[in-house]
C-alpha cells in the first residue's frame, strides 16, 4: 500500500501523552499517530463503527457493543436478512446497516478479521487469560444461529462447570 505524509502540530500535552500511549503500545509515535488519524477518519466516514484490539489486531466494531462489524456480516450471511439480523442481536436496522456498509467498503479486512478469528487453535486463549473469544468449538453450521462473544463465554463458562 503506497502512503502518504501527513503532519501536524499539536500542544505539547499531547506529545506526551502520544509519546507514552506509543511506549506502552511498543511502537513508535508516528506510527500511533497514523493509526490514529486513519481510525478517526473511518470513524467520521462511517458512524457508528469503532475499533478495538481483537485477535486480528485493530478491528472494527459497534461502537458500545461487543460485537465485530465481521460478526454482524456473518450473522447477515446467515440469515440473508437486515431484519432478521438485526432481531438476532435485538438492535435497531439502522446498527446492523452501517456494519454493512463498512464491510462494503472494506471487505478484505472483513474477511482477514472472520479468518483469523476462526483459526485460532483449541485451547489457545485458556493459556493467556483473556476473555474465551476462541476456544476450538464448533463453528456453526448451515441453520445453527451464529454466537456472539457472549454466548461463547456462556458456554465456556458452563463447559467449566
Not at 37 to 51: A, H
Not at 95 to 115: G, N, T
Not at 119 to 129: F, I, M, Q, S
Not at 136 to 142: D, E, H, I, K, T
Amino acid at each position: 500500500m503506497s502512503t502518504a505524509y501527513v503532519s501536524g502540530r499539536v500542544p505539547a500535552r499531547f506529545e506526551r501523552l502520544v509519546a507514552r500511549q506509543a511506549r506502552g503500545a511498543k511502537t513508535s509515535k508516528s506510527d500511533l499517530v497514523a493509526r490514529y488519524v486513519i481510525e478517526k477518519s473511518l470513524e467520521t466516514q462511517f458512524p457508528g463503527i469503532s475499533f478495538r484490539d481483537s485477535l486480528a489486531g485493530r478491528e472494527a466494531y459497534l461502537t458500545g457493543r461487543r460485537v465485530a462489524a465481521w460478526e454482524v456480516v456473518a450473522v447477515y450471511q446467515e440469515t440473508k436478512s437486515v431484519q432478521k439480523a438485526a432481531q438476532h442481536f435485538g438492535w435497531p436496522l439502522v446498527l446492523v446497516k452501517r456494519a454493512l456498509a463498512y464491510a462494503k467498503a472494506f471487505p478484505e479486512e472483513i474477511e482477514r478479521s472472520r479468518e483469523e478469528e476462526n483459526e485460532c487453535p483449541a485451547g489457545y486463549w485458556l493459556t493467556r487469560h483473556v476473555p474465551p473469544v476462541c476456544l476450538g468449538l464448533p463453528s456453526p453450521r448451515p441453520g445453527v444461529p451464529h454466537r456472539s462473544h457472549r454466548a461463547l463465554a456462556r458456554r465456556f463458562m458452563a463447559w467449566l462447570g
